[in-house]
């Protein structure tokens, strides 16, 4: 693939376990409990999308890239919170207003509202709008409401079989970076539960390029695990979430 470029997750050990930090032409799914830190990683993702020290790719794709760059973020649970991309973006040194106008925030209240705003990215990029950064935040909690027990299995995932190849179309043909967000049981038993107890889990699998699970532990502290990627170990690392973020 020609004219990678990585986005920083804002932690150093988080970025070096997925190879040098979010990459562009792929899916990126975040797994783990409620409270883990998936919407803190989405929306700092949002933050350093402004950042060009968090953006590395080479000279002049990163011109391209830092042309008045946006992130769409969808979001299916009302957890997008602008005065925290503020709190974050201050942090680092930006103006938190500007970062927010740079992010297109879309509540989707069903499955098909979030299916229809992913459709429509393609729509603004072809617009002329420079979007780098796609965020669905979470790709299954409407599926799963929606489509609950064994009788409507094969059409939860035959939809959302679709709704990642929509994303995984937008990853490929605009460079962008896809991140999605994905809730799991908590697991008392286990550090990590295995890949398939994640919602969705054969199809999301299957089409995400990368996958990590996070759990909460000790404090800021969270673990984060890369698992079954393509080309790349798993592998385990730690990092924080504090008022300033997601950091080391
Ligand atoms: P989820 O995986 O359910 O999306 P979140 O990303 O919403 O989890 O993580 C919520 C956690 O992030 C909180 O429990 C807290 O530990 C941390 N957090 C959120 N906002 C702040 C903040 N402003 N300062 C410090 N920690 C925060
Ligand atoms: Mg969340």
Redesign the pocket.
Same mark, same amino acid.
């Given at each position: 693939r020609k004219n990678l470029w990585w986005l920083s997750t804002g932690s150093k050990n988080l970025d070096s376990i997925l190879g040098g930090g979010l990459e562009s032409q792929s899916v990126i799914e975040f797994a &783990?409990?409620? &409270?883990? &830190?998936?919407?803190?990683?989405?929306h700092q993702a949002c933050v350093n999308l402004q950042c060009p020290e968090r953006i590395i790719a080479d000279e002049k794709l990163k011109e391209e890239i830092l042309d008045n760059p946006k992130a769409v973020y969808i979001d299916t649970e009302g957890?997008f919170r602008p005065e925290?991309i503020i %709190?974050m973006a201050e942090a680092i040194g930006l103006d938190g207003k500007e970062v927010l106008k740079n992010i297109k925030v879309a509540r989707a209240y069903n499955s098909d509202m979030q299916m229809l705003y992913a459709e429509k990215v393609e729509e603004l990029i072809q617009k002329g709008e420079n979007i780098r950064l796609v965020i669905v935040?979470?790709l299954t909690s409407t599926f799963r409401t929606e489509y609950t027990g064994r009788g409507k299995l094969a059409e939860r995932q035959q939809k959302l079989g679709r709704h990642m190849a929509t994303l995984n179309k937008l990853a490929d043909l605009y460079n962008c970076v896809v991140l999605v967000?994905n809730?799991v049981a908590a697991r008392p038993d286990a550090i990590f539960g295995p890949a398939e107890q994640a919602i969705g889990g054969h199809i999301v699998g299957h089409a995400a390029t990368f996958r990590v699970f996070?759990k909460?532990t000790k404090g800021?502290k969270r673990l984060a695990r890369l698992y079954d990627s393509p080309y790349l170990p798993d592998a385990e690392t730690t990092f924080r979430?504090? %008022?300033k973020g997601v950091h080391d």
């Open positions: &783990g409990p409620y &409270g883990s &830190g998936k919407t803190q990683i989405a957890t925290r %709190e935040d979470s967000t809730q996070l909460k800021d979430i504090t %008022e």
